[in-house]
């Protein structure tokens, strides 16, 4: 998962590191919300409460809308320049591969850790 992120229910956290070497973060929401780059206390407030989605929601965009429009440009560089470690045409050849040994257990992957990078290449 290092190279995708882990698949779960809401919010879905990513973090990246660019080539040289700054880190990036966001939590994506239901409805298409965003929260870049989030502070200590909105994580906090994400995993530690019992707060309804409409104020997770709003914690996310008020939190994002208080970004600088140089940390908002910050961001957008390092995503549009960022390198993933494969590339799509990968992807397919190698979520193909994987559904042939998905049928039987390979000797060096368990049906569990196949299914895993199934699941992961296709929600990416």
Known sequence: YRDYGFVEEWPTAWNF????GNNFAFLQFPN???AINPSAD????VWQSNT???EYLSLATAHTESLSSVD????VAAVENEHFPTT???DEITLAVLL???GGESAN?????????????IYR
């Not at 908002?72 to 961001?75: I, R």
């Not at 049906?111 to 992961?120: G, K």
């Open 109 to 121: 992957d368990s049906s569990d850790n196949i299914s895993d990078r199934i699941s992961a290449i």
């Open 72 to 75: 908002l440009e910050t961001f």
């Open 42 to 45: 909105l994580l906090r407030a």
């Open 100 to 102: 042939e040994q998905e």
């Open 52 to 54: 309804s989605l409409d």
């Open 32 to 34: 298409d919300v965003v």
């Open 17 to 20: 590191q660019t080539v040289d």
């Open 88 to 90: 799509v045409e990968g």
